[in-house]
């Protein structure tokens, strides 16, 4: 084997390696953006590279109306700040690269997870 297909060889197995290991460490994100607005407000949040793991707050002040969820993961939605399920309320599953908006006379949404 020459010297320079011996370099190739190792820069890619080292490569599939550093893969590897970035894929299945303990802090993987999302990739991509998800995107939150109150009722008829001009605020928004965005969160970018959120952890798959645990609830994540929504910090509008009112909650949040209106989703975007512009990442490659599905999220689910929760009226409640820790993730917890209200009564006969699973949950709003919003699937990759999909939207969604509240009823005109719901609560809003306060917390999220990624469905991983």
Do not use: Q
Not at 21 to 36: E, P
């Amino acid at each position: 084997m020459s010297h320079s297909r011996r370099i190739h060889t190792l820069t890619g197995a080292v490569a599939l390696l550093l893969t590897a290991t970035a894929c299945s460490g303990l802090g993987r994100t999302t990739v991509g953006m998800l995107s939150f607005r109150g009722h008829d407000s001009p605020a928004e949040v965005s969160y970018t590279s959120t952890p798959v793991k645990g609830c994540h707050k929504i910090t509008l002040p009112h909650g949040a109306t209106h989703v975007e969820n512009n990442t490659l993961v599905d999220i689910v939605l929760y009226r409640t700040e820790n993730c917890e399920k209200a009564d006969r309320d699973d949950g709003i599953y919003v699937g990759t690269t999909l939207s969604n908006v509240t009823a005109p006379d719901s609560l809003p949404w306060r917390s999220f997870s990624v469905v991983h």
